[in-house]
């Protein structure tokens, strides 16, 4: 672990500030171990790289990973526990494994992810250095109240401890006796997901708390939703709390968090010394220029417990790995949304993501909202469902009118209607993660 300095900008300035050059031959040279490693210890990436008829010596440069074949969740799920527990893409026995993730199985089986005692420290110096970015210092007070059952985010508190903060576990308490805990211990920062995030604080002030006078959190830290990246929630939240929001971004299949927001808020930078990205196009997995839209695909670079090679997040999303104003040379990840969350009406890629960055800019609406898509005539349509402030004097059809306006001016095609209800008749207020898109639609939409 790296010495704890008080005044220092980065946790670890040699690896975050590192020339481009440098940092991309840093990844040939793990990549081209990592690759090697998984052809040697894992039935299935020997099998799979012997098929496409290749060896880990045809690595020559960065760009030649694009030969190898993708994996998905898919694979995960159809190689886990085939030929041992932890299954064939596991590069190591059992006995060096140290810890096990899973995923929630929201979408299908729930995947496992293992870590080594080395994969697990490097990830937790990781964490560290997220941590480190959004300005936490050994002085600070920290509540992790992310769930710890099963789940990759609840470790990073550890990248915490590490770096000397003074950690609160509090996992997913309920809100009183989180509010409670907020309310005695003062603690200064706070990580939880952004709906949460603002569920908690207008639950604060229904209890007579005011989080920007009687609570002392000065920073949040916001993962699992897109709300984080989206500019009017986060700023919504902001002046909720009157505390700085940074988002984070993670994946069971990999960290806790491989992702994270800096000062310039400007995208989530990922550590590329970690992981390699590519993007590629999501109907033909051809590779597209970084810096382009498209789907983001991941490689490890260190993990030993399971390499991930070529992994296929279904994220939507862009990588720019221009210099940074913080001075990082890392670059910035902008996601979009969920592969599985995009519809197309009348030819156009509509993500949730875009018109919740329209609903929460809107005057006169609660900022709740829910978004139903269904078919007519076998065509894509979606309706939008917002509030009215119960002090909007403006009539439902002008405030509809306007609010479908709003949303055809940044998603490119309007609602097939947008439904008034009075404040609070949504319900969408949730303490976990909030379900605002529902789909009716029975056809299979291949994207
Ligand atoms: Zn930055």
Known sequence: MAEIQKERKYWDEHIETMPREELEKLQLERLKETVKFAYENSPYYKRS????????????????LSKFPFI????ERETQGVGSFLGELCCVPEEEVIFIS?????????TISPFTKEDFDEFQNTESRWFWQVGMRPKDRYIH???FSLYVGGPDVIGAQNLGALCIWGGTLPSERLLFVLKTYQPTIIWTSPSYAWYLGETAKKHGIDPKKDLSIRTIIVAGEMGG???????AIEDLWGAKVYDFYGLSDIYGA????CDAKDGLHIAEDQIYVETVDIHTGKIIPNGEVGELVYTTLRKKARPMIRFRTGDIGRIDQTKCSCGRTHGRIHILGRKDDMFIVSAVNVFPSDIEAVIRGI??????YLVRIYEKDLTCKYNVEVEKNSDNPESDEDLAARVSAAIKARVGVKPAKVVIHPDGALNTRSEHKSKRIIDERSLSYNI
């Open 229 to 235: 990246s989206i500019d009017t929630t986060r700023k």
């Open 258 to 261: 491989c992702a994270a927001m």
């Open 102 to 110: 899973s995923s929630s199985g929201s979408t299908g089986v729930p």
């Open 363 to 368: 005057d006169g609406i609660t900022g709740e």
């Open 145 to 147: 109240a992310l769930n």
């Open 72 to 75: 998905d969740k898919k694979t």
């Open 49 to 64: 790289f012997d098929a496409a008829g290749l060896k880990p010596e045809d690595i020559h440069e960065l760009s030649d």
